[in-house]
């Protein structure tokens, strides 16, 4: 064990203090639980056995030995043969010609299942773990109010928070905001990606990211676990009926200027999350309860809002027979299709930067074993956090607005309107300053 400083050594001493009342104390003469060094490899799972053993269960890890180290035949062929990531990205962000033809062909067809099952392969399903459990059970599985777990957390009896590595105790999370996270300078993104983009990004995803804070950071409120459009009917049913007019399948609005926006609390009587001095009369009500927070989540909304509501006029003269419910329905499926259609034609193709030029076709996986069963996991949630998108400040119709004049100023959304905002939103990198 490397011990690089007071604190650990500190723990150490304790850990040996605990080795030395050996006899005297049921409860401290444990040894250290072995899986607190991580000793299986490649995805290898560590269980414990006896008092101070462990064991490797190596299924389907692709390699055999007591920590899962050594491969079998076909892992050594598959490593040999395949290209490193850096590689597949070279040649998908390179080669114009060979894209040319890829992109008008069947091959494209081809690539774009291959992506899918290949990314979606790298995902254990059914998930495995969750903030409560490090090892498989039926709980972990059966209980969605948890956002699940890629790692599984790190056993709760470690000499250390990160099992027997790094400090007796983690630092300040202020320190580390400001040494790790905080932007002092705002560079611009070499790719030109804008505030429409930083948007929806947080607009998309805040769908499945609904942290359920006075439950544990461990728990969502966002049951669906995926695109299901909870941020613009509600995460429950109670919230959808509050938002929908109830008739031919539309969502509650008002128009303000001859245009559309999302209705009041006081039309749609949702709860929102609005900082207690903000009046009723400017408490939009909106799917999720924090897009109040900004003009750029509250600017999507009236889009989808505005979205759905159209699918249902269409709907309602092709089908003159079906009632509210069937447009309300079938305007959300709708809704949803063009929501993952636009994530991976635009938004993955942007962040992509890839020359395969992406495809959205349900049929593509037909006939292809593809789990549909999704679970967003704590890990995905805490990548997301791509606050440094947010510029300085922000420039609207020629106007500089600060962000105590932006944050939960609906009038910002409504003075503009969506043009001007997606407008202004819209000039690459604008506050490069
Ligand atoms: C001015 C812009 C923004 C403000 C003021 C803001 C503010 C916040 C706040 C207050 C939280 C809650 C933190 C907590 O509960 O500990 C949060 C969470 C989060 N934010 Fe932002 N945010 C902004 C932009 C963005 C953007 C552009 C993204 C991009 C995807 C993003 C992604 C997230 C994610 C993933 C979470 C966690 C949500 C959850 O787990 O419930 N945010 N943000
Ligand atoms: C497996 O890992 C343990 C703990 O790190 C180590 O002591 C042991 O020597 C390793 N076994 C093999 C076969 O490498
Ligand atoms: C193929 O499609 C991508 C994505 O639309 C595009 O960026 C790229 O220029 C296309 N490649 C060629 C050579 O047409
Ligand atoms: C899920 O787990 C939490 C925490 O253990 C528990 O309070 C809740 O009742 C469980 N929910 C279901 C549906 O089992
Ligand atoms: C809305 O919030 C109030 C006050 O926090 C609470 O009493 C009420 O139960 C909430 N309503 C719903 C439907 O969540
Ligand atoms: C909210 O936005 C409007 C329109 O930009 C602006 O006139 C007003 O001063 C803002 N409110 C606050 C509290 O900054």
């Known amino acids: 064990m490397k011990v690089s400083t007071p604190a650990s050594f500190f723990a150490l001493f304790l850990l040996l203090l605990g080795q030395l009342c050996h006899g005297t104390d049921e ?5 250290i639980n072995p899986c607190c060094h991580y000793p299986c490899e490649n995805w290898g799972i560590c269980v414990r056995t006896g008092l101070d053993g462990y064991e490797c269960d190596c299924t389907r890890t692709g390699y055999y030995g007591e920590n899962c180290t050594i491969p079998e035949f076909w892992s050594r062929v598959y490593w040999f043969l395949k290209p490193s990531p850096d590689v597949v990205h070279y040649i998908l962000t390179h080669f114009q010609w060979l894209w040319d033809i890829v992109n008008r062909t069947v091959l494209r067809d081809w690539l774009m299942r291959a992506v899918l099952t290949v ?13 409560k459990y490090g090892y498989l059970n039926w709980e972990a599985y059966s209980n969605t109010t948890y956002y699940t777990r890629l790692l599984p957390p790190i056993p709760e009896d470690c000499p250390t928070p990160m099992g027997s590595k790094g400090k007796a105790e983690l630092p300040d999370p202020d320190l580390l905001v400001q040494n790790l996270l905080l932007r002092t300078k705002f560079r611009p993104d070499p790719q030109g990606t804008n505030l429409m983009f930083a948007f929806f990004a947080q607009h998309f995803t805040h769908q499945f990211f609904k942290t359920h804070n006075r439950v544990g950071l461990g728990f969502t409120k966002a049951l669906g676990h995926g695109v299901d459009a ?23 609005y008002q128009v303000i200027d001859g245009e559309v926006y999302p209705p009041t609390v006081a039309e749609a009587s949702v709860n929102m999350s609005y900082p207690p001095y903000i009046p009723a009369d400017q408490r939009l009500a909106i799917g999720q309860e924090v897009f109040g927070l900004l003009p750029g989540l509250s600017m999507y909304a009236t889009l989808w809002l505005r979205e759905h ?8 003269a092709e089908h003159p027979t079906w009632d509210d419910e069937q447009l309300f329905q079938t305007a959300r499926l709708i809704v949803i299709g ?4 636009i994530v991976i034609e635009d938004y993955v193709q942007h ?6 030029k ?8 037909f006939g292809t074993s593809f789990q549909y069963g999704n679970r967003i996991s704590l890990e995905f949630s ?18 500089e607005i600060t962000y105590p004049q932006f944050i939960f100023n609906t009038s910002v959304l409504l003075k503009y309107g969506v043009e001007k905002l997606a407008d202004a939103h819209s000039h690459g990198n604008l506050q490069a300053r």
Do not use: V
């Not at 409860?27 to 040894?31: C, E, L, N, P, Q």
């Not at 429950?236 to 399948?249: P, T, V, Y």
């Not at 063009?338 to 259609?341: A, G, S, Y």
């Not at 992406?358 to 996986?365: A, N, R, S, V, Y």
């Open 27 to 31: 409860s401290r003469s444990r040894t």
């Open 119 to 131: 990314r979606a392969n790298l995902i254990p399903n059914p998930p495995t773990y969750n903030s």
């Open 230 to 252: 909870g941020h613009i009917y509600g995460d429950n049913l109670a919230r959808q009926l509050n938002l929908r007019l109830l008739r031919d399948g539309k969502l509650k």
């Open 309 to 316: 509501n159209r699918i249902c006029d269409i709907l309602k």
């Open 338 to 341: 063009e929501t993952i259609r």
């Open 351 to 356: 962040l992509s930067g890839y020359n395969l």
């Open 358 to 365: 992406l495809k959205f076709d349900p049929t593509l996986l």
């Open 382 to 399: 805490q990548l997301y956090h791509w606050h440094p998108l947010m510029p300085d400040s922000f420039l609207i119709d020629g106007d």
